[in-house]
Structures are given as structure tokens and as C-alpha cells.
């Protein structure tokens, strides 16, 4: 096993990443029949009917993908007021995060993020060996000036979530504007956007005002949050035409499955599903903050599908007391968030299941 020494040396410091529990996983564990699983932000009202129709009718597994996405391409130009040459599509935004940081990351480069962000800019950081600056949080959210200070000329990436995964929070569009204005122009930011249907904020971003301002911008989504299409693996990044065209080398060729592709375009011609996801998670997530100061816990408010709460203690132990009966939740020391867990919004039934079980822990 000699071979072992020489593997990429920012790969040694890695785990591998652990998801959400599975629901098989829990119940076979504690002989349950009946499981809440909100650990991984997924849309509780499932995927939309008419994607599910042509997921149903699907035959044709032995022919490859259309390799360029072409219609899916085409219904998200229409969506987003750009042109398909603006658009990659990927097996999950994931896999466009993994694309760009393989595009510009080395270890004699640097990319900057918030403390508290999603793990995986850390990740494909670390992979390729690239140093990366972990910006403080302010208010649990993210500090710009403190990202500002980090820049320097071995800076080639920034990431930001908006709204962030775990804490919810977001950034408005003067926020990031102002920001934007003062990133040199070699530098690239990546917006992801995987929550940003939830978003009932005023004042957040405008992206084709961003877009035309800034080519120093890339923007990424996700079909697998309100769409809920986790299990197909899809989603998608947008911006200047060049960069995505150097991006679309390093994509492989069949990246994204025929069933995803379809589905995903039934998906986002289907604003009623869409409308309503958003409305049940408007109203719950209100409920959820009553329902949480009523026993007197702290949350993050959030622009997305889950809540960040803080309980004070181990919160590790508390998502084993929950697993115990049956509800699934997300601790996020992970995240550098030891008291804190990550709940998604469920609907009515499920919430109330997670409120009732919680408070048998806590007491
Ligand atoms: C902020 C953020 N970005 C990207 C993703 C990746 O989503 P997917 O690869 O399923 O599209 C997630 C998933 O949890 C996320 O929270």
C-alpha cells in the first residue's frame, strides 16, 4: 500500500462526509415503524405531480443523456431572462461547486468563506490542496468587510451562501452589490442559491442585474430543495458565458441523467406546486418560531427551509435522544455549531411531532 503516500495532500485532512440519517437507518436501529426526517432540508410535500409523471413513465434507460441539456437548458434561459450559453448543469449544484473549484483551485491559491457555511466549499477547497480563510460570522451571518480583509492575490474564489446553510440567514441585494463593487475583477464569486425560493425578504438579490454588472459572477441552484428532486442529482450554474464555457471542459459528458432533465423541466413549469411548496413553508416556518419561544428556545430566523435552534447543550446528544423516538435531525458541530441543531421545515404534522418529541427531551 505504499501508493498511499503520495495521495493529493489536502485530501489527508478530510473525512469523509456524513449525511442526514437515513430513514431505513434509524428505524431498523430502534425497531420504529413510524420516522420524521428532518435532517436534510428536502421538501416535505415530495416532487411536483407532473415531474413525478414523467419519472413514472420513464423507459428509455438504455440510451445515454442528451449530453448539452438542451430543453432543460432552454426552459431555464426562459426562467432566468439569460441565454443558454450562460448555463452548466450538474449532477446536483454540488457537482458545479466541485467544477468550479477543479477550474480555478490549486494549492498556490486561496479561496475565502463564512465560518458557519455550507461544508462542501471546504471540502473542494481542501481536495485541491488550495488554503482557504474561514470568515468569522457576524450576527450568524456573513461578515463581507472581514471578507474583504482576506483577499490578497493568491485569492481566486469566494463563496457565499444566500440564504446559508445551516444558519439560515441571508444577504440583500445592496449587500452584496456593494461587496461585489469592491472584489477585484480576478477574483470569482460564486452565489449559491440552493434555498433561494424560500426567501420572503424584500430586499434580496436581483440576479440578472448582478449578472450584467458583474462577470466575475457565478450564481448556482438546486433542483433538489423546493423541487424536490434530491434523489435524481440536479442542478445548475449561470453566468458569463466565457467562464461557463471553460467550465462545460471539465464537466464530464453525460453528467446529468435523462429522467433528472426531464423531470426538471415538468418541475419548474409547474408554479402551483411550486407556490404552494413556498406557502406551506412561509406559514410553518412562522409557526415553528411561535411554537419555539413558547418553550422559551432560541432560533436563528431563517430565509430557508429549516431553523438553526440552539439548545444550549450537547446538541449531538440531543439529536440521539431524538433519533430515539423517531425524528430525525441535523447537529451541526460539524459547522462549528456544537448547541445547535438544524431543523427543516416540515409540514403541520411532522412539526408537530418534532415540537412534541423535543420538548420530551429537553425536560
Ligand atoms: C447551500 C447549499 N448549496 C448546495 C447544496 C447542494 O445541493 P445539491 O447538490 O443537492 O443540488 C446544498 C445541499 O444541502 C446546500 O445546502
Known sequence: MDYLKYINPG????NTYEPGKSIEEVMEKYNLKNIVKLASN?????P?????????NFKDVHLYPDGDGLKL??????????????????????E???????????PVTESIFSKHAFIVYKLASKVRGSKFHEVDACKWGHDLNGFLKKINDKTRLIFIANPNNPTGTYLSHKDILEFLKKVPKKVLVVIDLAYFEYVTAE???ETNEILDKFPNVIFTKSFSKIHGLSALRIGYGFGNKTLIEIMNRVRQPFNVNTVAQKAAIESLSDQRYLKNSINQNTKERLYLYKSLEIIGMDYIPSQGNFICIDTKTSAKNIFESLLQKGVIVRPIDLYGMPTHIRVTIGNRTENNIFLEKFKEVLS
Open 11 to 14: 485530501i489527508k485532512s478530510i
Open 42 to 46: 428536502e421538501n416535505s410535500l415530495g
Open 48 to 56: 411536483s405531480p407532473k415531474a413525478l409523471e414523467v419519472i413514472n
Open 73 to 94: 437548458k432552454s426552459k431555464i434561459s426562459e426562467i432566468e431572462n439569460i441565454n443558454s450559453d450562460q448555463i452548466i448543469l450538474g449532477n446536483g449544484s454540488n
Open 96 to 106: 458545479i461547486l466541485e467544477i468550479i473549484s477543479q477550474t480555478f483551485l490549486s
Open 203 to 205: 430586499d434580496y438579490i
